[in-house]
């Protein structure tokens, strides 16, 4: 009753911005009924499950899941923020940290999402820092601990302990300079208290702060083998450029990792200087990944310094940039670069660009002439097909508008039912290669309708 007016509001808004017409102020004003909007949906998302915590009817849910890709996703989600800021925003995961587990992803990410959501606001200029790593292990489960670490404002440690109570800041001119109702932390400490951790600050005013939790996760059912390079591929070497320590160490650890040893130099003549060296001592690096934005020399200007030297014509080349900082494929051929990954770079995106690249799958712009190697054509059964029928199950009228506007836009067709008896109608006439049904309706809910329908296709498949 609360979050489905609130949806229609969001979905309006969405269809109103996207809509062609609208001058530059009719889109300002269109933005922020978004913006509001969405602010005052997550303060109502806190409140409805800080009162279900407080009730005791909150439970946490218990599945396998990819902990490393919750971690990395949940960085990716603030990207774009972080560089409108002007923040260096990192996400660094342990070689210890176990790749699947089995517990409440949701309500971990929530945890997460909140605190990087906290850093990103107290902080101005500086960095945001990720972390994952395990304090103990053993075959039951895992005491895995996650930092968020910021360089922003910091709290005097008279105030720390008003943190973690309800709808508190650190002041009163927190809340008028930031926003924001205080609930986010103590939602989070009951949320880690389910996880059977606990949670913590440790913060210097004017230097930054780093909010930390425990929580403890049983294994996954099905494990996963850790990464490693290819034998062919151990002795390879390689140079890593970047002005920011943190992100020399992270990218280090993880080629460590993979069974790979580098190099690593925090500025680009010196990184000039050691190609140079390695070559006159009879040692090449094999490969350099280059940040683009450093001081006094960009990467940009680092490769052209590169190809001027013959001797470097073989090096290759991979560029970190910022989500701003695209490259574009000719920019890339003219560089000679085999490829660029955006910041913060995901761990398995890494490995096949270093793995690939030192394949020569990546590498088809150098003088040598190397094959290039197409990537393998889309499944023709995933791409969806203009005309393709959808039925939408969904009782809200504003819903309704939202959802099927949405659809046809996209290029389907859409026809829709108010209640779950019409989607089984409508999956018994056989017009529809997709229903999409709201849970709650009148007549029959969603979860009946599906059990209704799947019961229906056992029948007929029987007969």
């Known amino acids: 009753e609360i979050r489905t007016p609130l949806n229609g509001v969001l979905g309006m808004t969405e269809l109103l911005i996207g809509s062609r017409g609208l001058d530059d102020r009719q889109r300002r004003y269109a933005d922020g009924i978004r913006h509001s909007a969405e602010s005052l949906l997550s303060v109502i998302n806190d409140i409805l499950d800080f009162s279900k915590i407080e009730a005791g009817k909150l439970e946490l849910d218990s599945v396998d899941f ?7 996703d949940s960085a990716e989600m603030f990207v774009l923020k972080a560089e409108q800021k002007g923040i260096e925003l990192c996400c660094d995961i342990q070689p210890d940290v176990p790749l699947r587990v089995h517990g409440d992803p949701d309500r971990l990410r929530q945890v997460l999402l909140n605190l990087i959501t906290n850093a990103l606001k107290f902080t101005e200029t500086g960095h945001v820092l990720v972390q994952a790593s395990v304090e103990r292990q053993d075959e039951r489960d895992a005491t895995v601990r996650f930092s968020v670490t910021d360089s922003g404002i910091g709290i005097p440690p008279e105030r720390r302990e008003r943190l973690f109570k309800p709808f508190s800041q650190v ?3 927190t809340t008028r300079k930031y926003g924001g109702t205080g609930l986010g932390l103590i939602l989070s400490k009951r949320l880690i208290d389910l996880f059977g951790g606990v949670i913590d600050v440790e913060s210097q005013p004017g230097i930054g702060s780093t909010f930390w939790f425990t929580a403890q996760l049983k294994p996954a059912a099905k494990s996963e083998q850790d990464r490693t390079a290819p034998p062919n591929l151990k002795n390879l070497r390689l140079l890593v450029v970047d002005d920011n320590p943190t992100n020399r160490e992270i990218v280090q650890t993880q080629l460590e990792r993979w069974g790979l040893s580098s190099v690593a130099t925090e500025d680009a003549r010196s990184a000039l200087r050691l190609l140079l060296q390695a070559v006159e001592r009879g040692r090449p690096f094999d490969m ?15 490769i052209e310094e590169i190809r001027g030297h013959g001797e470097l014509r073989q090096l290759r080349l991979i560029m970190l940039t910022s989500l701003n900082d695209a490259i574009s494929e000719s920019q890339q051929r003219d560089l000679g670069l085999s490829c660029y990954l955006t910041k913060p770079v995901r761990q398995s995106r890494l490995f096949d660009a270093v793995i690939d690249t030192a394949s020569n799958n990546l590498h ?6 190397i094959e290039v190697v197409q990537p393998a054509a889309a499944d023709s059964s995933l791409q969806h097909s203009c005309g393709a029928r959808i039925l939408l199950a969904e009782d809200n009228e504003i819903n309704q508008l939202v959802a099927s506007e949405v659809l046809r836009r996209a290029g389907y067709e859409c026809d829709v039912v108010s209640n779950g008896q019409g989607a089984l109608e409508g999956a018994k006439s056989g017009r529809y290669q997709l ?3 709201d849970c709650q309706m009148p007549v029959m809910d969603g979860f009946e309708a599906a059990r209704a329908i799947r019961r229906w296709e056992s029948e007929v498949s029987r007969t």
């Open 288 to 302: 350099a990944i280059l940040d683009m934005q450093m001081p006094e020399m960009d990467g940009l200007q680092l």
């Open 435 to 437: 229903i999409l049904m």
């Open 364 to 369: 088809p712009w150098l003088p040598s002439g």
């Open 171 to 173: 002041d009163s001119s």
């Open 66 to 72: 990819d902990l490393h890709k919750l971690l990395e």
